[in-house]
Structure formats: C-alpha cells, structure tokens
C-alpha cells in the first residue's frame, strides 16, 4: 500500500458542472477525511467516514455538496453546480481506527472552476 | 467554534539561523499535532503530543505542548534548505476526542541560503 491515492489531481470545469473526486485510503485505516485548502490558508474540514457511516459534516459543506464512501473502502466527493468560490484544493486523509497518531494525507484534487 | 492560530504567519531566515512558530487555541486540547507542507505538496505528519508541558525533539526540531494544553511551540535549529515549506498545528474538534483536527492558517517559513 502506498499511501492515500486521489484522483484527479486537477480539474478544470465550468461554473455550473458537476465534478467528483475519489479518494482511495489506505486499507487498513477505517477513518477517512475531506479536507478543503485554500491558498495561505490550513485545511478546514469538510466532513468525516468511520468505515462506510459519513459522522460528521461541516456546516461549510452546503446541500451542492456530498460523499459517500460505499462499503467503507474508497470515498467520492461530489460538488454540484460548482461556482467559483469552490476553486480550492481537496484534500482526502485517513488515519486508523484507534488512537491519535496522525493523519496520512493524499497529495490532492485541485479545482478550478472558470 | 474552537479556533487554532498560530504567529508568525511568514517567517524568512538565512540559512542557519534558529526559527519558532508558535500556535494557540481557544479551548484546552487532548493533544496537538504538527504538518508540513511542502511548497505544491500535502500536509505531511510530523509528531503528537499528548501530556501537558511535553517536549519531544525530532534531529534539529524541538516541539512543546503547553502546561495548560493550550498552545504549543515548534522550534527549528540551525535551519537548512531542506525545513522549507509551511508547518501547520491542529487540535481535535472538542476536548475529549473528536473525529475531526482544527488546523491554524500555518506558518510558511523561506530561506535564503
């Protein structure tokens, strides 16, 4: 396993489109994380899986927004009638069940909308 | 909400010279974690630390959580081209566990070398 996989690592749409994102977390780490990252700034949280139950959800996350993370294993992240507000970097991580040891990140989906 | 801040928001060395960043939040916290971030990478795990007043130090960097669990410290020596990027700390969303880490806006450190 080598590490949190993402995918894509850019995308360019169109304000309006629907775009979605995957994320695969490393196997054996039953939590899994949606972050959003502007630039200067950390990333803030977007909403959080234990295996296939979605926990938590920002209230920065409004109705154009969803995931799923089906059968707990990889997760999708799904933005509707995106608008420019949206360009950010999304970033997916997954860390094990028990205890704090850190998150593993993956490297990114960048969204720019035009 | 719990806020995490952390100052300076840049920090520019030369190459050698000692450099802190220090972060602070609004709630006591169950531990704190460090990141870093490459320039046009991800946020890379550094260390947790959990106990009031703990040090740990990784090579040249030396992390410190605060007696009263509300800030903590990140002090790199002697820097090398190789410590640049920008260090985030983050805290859990609620004190007794959270499913969830509050990250401050981060510290972007350049070097001259």
């Known amino acids: 396993d080598t590490g949190v996989s993402q995918d894509p690592r850019h995308k360019i749409t169109k304000r309006g489109q629907n775009v979605t994102f995957r994320c695969d977390p490393i196997?054996?780490?039953?939590?899994l994380y949606w972050y959003r990252q502007t630039l200067g700034q950390g990333p803030e949280f977007l909403t959080y899986f234990q295996n296939e139950a979605q926990l938590e959800k920002s209230r920065l996350l409004s109705d154009r927004f969803s995931a799923e993370r089906p059968k707990g294993s990889f997760s999708t992240l799904e933005i509707q009638r995106t608008e420019q507000g949206d360009s950010a970097m999304y970033l997916c991580a997954s860390s094990p069940m028990a205890g704090w040891i850190g998150y593993t990140f993956g490297s990114g989906t960048r969204l720019t909308v035009v | 909400g719990q806020q995490v801040m952390q100052i300076p928001q840049y920090q520019h060395v030369q190459e050698g010279e000692d450099f802190t960043t220090y972060c602070n939040s609004s709630?006591?916290?169950?531990?704190i974690q460090w990141y870093k971030q490459r320039p046009g990478g991800h946020p890379v795990f550094l260390i947790q630390l959990v106990k009031s007043g703990e040090v740990k130090k990784q090579k040249r960097l030396t992390f410190q959580f605060g007696e009263a669990k509300k800030n903590s410290s990140l002090h790199i020596t002697a820097t090398q081209t190789t410590d640049v990027g920008t260090y985030f700390c983050?805290?859990?969303?609620?004190?007794?566990?959270?499913?969830?880490?509050?990250f401050g806006q981060g510290t972007r450190l350049t070097i001259n070398p």
């Open positions: 983050a805290g859990p969303g609620t004190f007794q566990g959270a499913q969830k880490l509050v």
């Open positions: 709630t006591t916290l169950s531990n």
């Open positions: 196997s054996e780490h039953n939590r």
